[in-house]
């Protein structure tokens, strides 16, 4: 059993900062990609970052220069840190995974959402 555990999410007022981060605990053999999503109310969930196993990273335009991706493989841990917080980041983010169970079982995991609200 695999879960995706995630934490760090509040309430900040705008120019403020964040770090959120997510935990892959149970049977693993290996963390994959990881990636946060965001869903706001009445829109469709959306990718705001990604890192591969190797440090590669890539942004949702709306968040490059002020969100960063990164990761601990020892610890199957993904962080972001987001700075400069918008009213327009206010959303439920989730931490998602593509996790090893053993070397020939691959699945994609989802945590059970971190509420970010950005207000003065």
């Known amino acids: 059993q695999v879960q995706l555990v995630e934490s760090g999410g509040g309430l900040v007022q705008p120019g403020g900062s964040l770090r959120l981060s997510c935990a892959a605990s149970?049977?693993?053999?290996?963390?994959?990609?990881m990636g946060w999503y965001r869903q706001a109310p009445g829109k469709e969930r959306e990718l705001v970052a990604g890192?591969?196993?190797?440090?590669?990273?890539k942004y949702a335009e709306s968040v490059k220069g002020r969100f960063t991706i990164s990761r601990d493989n020892g610890l199957n841990t993904v962080y972001l840190q987001m700075n400069s917080l918008k009213p327009e980041d206010t959303a439920v983010y989730y931490c998602?995974?593509?996790?090893?169970?053993?070397?020939?079982?691959?699945?994609?995991?989802w945590g059970q959402g971190t509420r970010v609200t950005v207000s003065s």
């Open positions: 149970g049977s693993i053999f290996r963390v994959n990609d």
């Open positions: 998602n995974a593509d996790i090893q169970s053993r070397p020939w079982s691959r699945d994609d995991y």
């Open positions: 890192i591969t196993r190797g440090d590669s990273t």
